[in-house]
């Protein structure tokens, strides 16, 4: 029995313990049929969205048979490895697509409350709670199975509240979806010009109005400095700093204190580093530090190129025909090297990326106005929820 900390007046039980598995109904047919059921990722940041070409990794599944898992309308997705990070989301599109069959589908019995589950489930308590019952003998491997999820046991109120609350809170939603709506026509904006640009259908000139010179063909060791060499062991045991942020096999992870990193090869990456991801065929430059393990290289511009230049043109790339091995193909220092890259003169690459920092500079300006109403939500989910 408790009560939230803000309510509507209307109501005033309390709220009763209800097992999850009494309200759901899980999903377990698979497919390989992408043209009936269009094959979607899980992310935590944007939900249930299409696969991108550019991340299948559909070679490394040696398997025969239905391999995906269909999703309906409305049915949540989640990842039993990354439910305590938030990788809990709803397909939201009007018919049914196919995730990987490593998911957990599942959908309500009562689909007009499904705002207030959908809000419910991932709050920090709710993410607190799963990874205090994930098992596993190695932390970033830590696991919620179905088996625990429809076992367990909180507080919720009524249908009617339930309703309620998923009024209000999709209002709000319909707020933060402006924004990235927004933002996203920004970035298709700057994705256009940059074709043109990497195209060289748009040039830039020099101050005095002549031509720069044609761009080049260069190995990317001639562009970058790859920092790989700087990796060393972690000591059994050993605690990484918790100043920066840590890039590991499953991203970007914000540190939390107690993550414990056994047998890793790590580095520190230098401020404004580019980072390729080997196995995400990814690219990111570092904005600050970062520890990087062996899942990723990191490179910086040599004297002479722009850092902000480079990354857009890794950024462009499709790595997975550069990648070796047969288990597990991944990119190795040795190949990427030797990726070669149309380079232009350095005041060009300069002229180019304060182009694109022109534009990154508003989108960041949406995207702080996004995070406002995302925090306004949290603080509304806190007091809302129990």
């Known amino acids: ?19 999850f598995g009494n309200e759901i109904i899980e999903h377990v047919d698979r497919t390989s049929d992408k043209v009936k059921y269009p094959l979607y990722s899980l992310t935590i940041e944007d939900g249930v969205v299409p696969k991108s070409e550019r991340y299948e990794r559909e070679f490394l599944i040696n398997k025969e048979g239905d ?30 697509v196919s995730v990987s069959g490593y998911y957990n589908i599942f959908s309500l019995r009562n689909v007009d409350t499904l705002k207030f589950w959908e809000n419910y489930l991932t709050t920090n308590k709710m993410l607190n709670y799963y990874y205090s019952i994930a098992t596993g003998t190695l932390i970033e491997k830590l696991r919620v199975h179905f088996s625990q999820f429809v076992n367990i046991e909180k507080p919720f109120p009524n249908v009617k ?10 209002s709000i939603d319909d707020m933060i979806q402006v924004q990235k709506e927004e933002i996203s026509a920004l970035e298709e904006q700057k994705k256009a010009i940059l074709q043109k640009i990497f195209n060289r259908k748009l040039r830039f000139k020099a101050d005095d109005g002549s031509e720069y010179p044609e761009w080049e063909e260069k190995k990317l060791e001639e562009v970058v400095v790859f ?4 990796r060393r062991p972690l000591e059994k ?7 920066y942020p840590y890039y590991g096999a499953s991203g970007i992870i914000d540190y939390v204190d107690g993550y414990l990193f056994e047998g890793e090869h790590i580095l520190l990456s230098e401020d404004g580093a580019n980072i390729i991801d080997r196995n995400y065929r990814v690219c990111f430059l570092a904005n600050g ?4 393990n062996n899942h990723a290289h990191v490179l910086k511009a040599r004297n002479g190129n722009d ?19 047969t288990a597990q193909p991944k990119l190795n220092q040795d190949v990427c090297k030797k990726i070669k890259l149309k380079i232009p003169c350095f005041q060009e690459q300069q002229k180019i990326a304060v182009c694109l920092l022109a534009f990154a500079e508003i989108i960041q300006i949406k995207r702080d106005k996004l995070a406002i109403w995302k925090n306004i939500k949290k603080g509304l989910l806190q007091k809302m929820f129990v």
Request: hydrophobic share 35%; aromatic share 16%.
């Open 1 to 19: 029995m408790a009560k939230p900390e803000l309510r509507f007046p209307e109501f005033t039980d309390e709220w009763e313990e209800h097992r």
């Open 67 to 96: 391999v995906y898992k269909i999703v309906p309308p409305n049915a949540f997705v989640y990842n039993p490895m990354n439910l305590r990070f938030g990788a809990l989301k709803v397909n939201h599109q009007k018919f049914s």
């Open 161 to 170: 509240e339930q309703k309620r609350i998923a009024d209000f809170f999709s």
């Open 227 to 230: 920092l790989d060499g700087q």
């Open 237 to 243: 045991g050993e605690r990484l700093s918790g100043i």
């Open 289 to 292: 530090k970062f520890w990087v």
């Open 307 to 325: 850092n902000n230049f480079i990354c857009e043109q890794l950024e462009r790339l499709n790595y997975i025909k550069y990648n070796t091995g």
